[in-house]
């Protein structure tokens, strides 16, 4: 059975430095979503890509957070710099299309978590 | 403003007695409303959707506009069930808020 890919699964950076994460989706899902979950938190979205458009990006910190999803398939969030308050388990989900059947389950990666020292 | 509360962080049963998890919602428009779930060393997964009305793993939840909630339940607990769980909330079909969860713990 298909899987969204995430990688690293762990990543230690010091405070100022920057980082990287992947997420490979699940084959032919167009809608592809970046979410930050803290300890203790549900997951919260930062980005959300339609193919290669961002959907919402309302929530993501643009002054230090970037996205991308070059040719609608896999895609990288990056952190420039990295603060401390930016430890959390990073999480990719994907989902097959945004309308009809069952197109509305997000299938979720195994995440990233991040620690800033 | 959106928003999912589920008031419980922890909530503990026996073996065999019944489970509700509790969840709230604000929204304005119509809800369209799921409950996820993580167990331990596995990825969050879909358990189910209010609009489809099934029991799934023997849980099933109903969603009451009237008290904007959407409460999981089941009449046995299982130590399998043991797991976190999120309520979320689907927002014009694209945008999902998620709860805070609340871990259920099912003692033998």
């Known amino acids: 059975e298909a899987e969204v890919a995430q990688s690293p699964r762990y990543k230690i950076t010091e405070k100022s430095q920057a980082v990287a994460f992947w997420c490979d989706p699940i084959?032919?899902?167009?809608?592809l979503y970046w979410y930050r979950q803290i300890l203790g938190q549900g997951p919260e979205l930062l980005v959300q890509?339609?193919?290669?458009?961002?959907?919402?990006d309302s929530q993501l910190p643009k002054d230090r957070f970037s996205a991308e999803r070059l040719k609608g398939v896999d895609s990288t969030l990056k952190i420039q710099p990295a603060e401390l308050g930016d430890s959390a388990m990073y999480l990719c989900?994907?989902?097959?299309?945004?309308?009809?059947?069952?197109?509305?389950?997000?299938?979720f990666g195994p995440g990233t978590r991040l620690t800033v020292t | 403003a959106q928003r999912v509360t589920q008031p419980e962080k922890l909530l503990s049963v026996f073996k065999g007695a019944p489970v509700e998890l509790k969840c709230n919602y604000s929204y304005s428009g119509s809800p369209e409303l799921f409950w996820y779930v993580q167990y331990s060393r596995q990825r969050l997964q879909l358990l189910l959707r209010?609009?489809s009305r099934e029991s799934i793993k023997g849980f099933t939840a109903d969603l009451n506009k009237g008290e904007t909630s959407f409460h999981l339940k089941k009449p046995f607990a299982q130590e399998e069930d043991s797991a976190m769980y999120y309520c979320a909330l689907s927002v014009g079909g694209f945008k999902t808020i998620f709860g805070a969860g609340t871990r259920l713990f099912v003692k033998a």
């Open positions: 084959s032919g899902h167009a809608t």
């Open positions: 890509f339609q193919d290669e458009s961002v959907v919402d």
């Open positions: 209010h609009i």
């Open positions: 989900a994907t989902r097959r299309s945004t309308s009809g059947g069952s197109s509305y389950e997000q299938y």
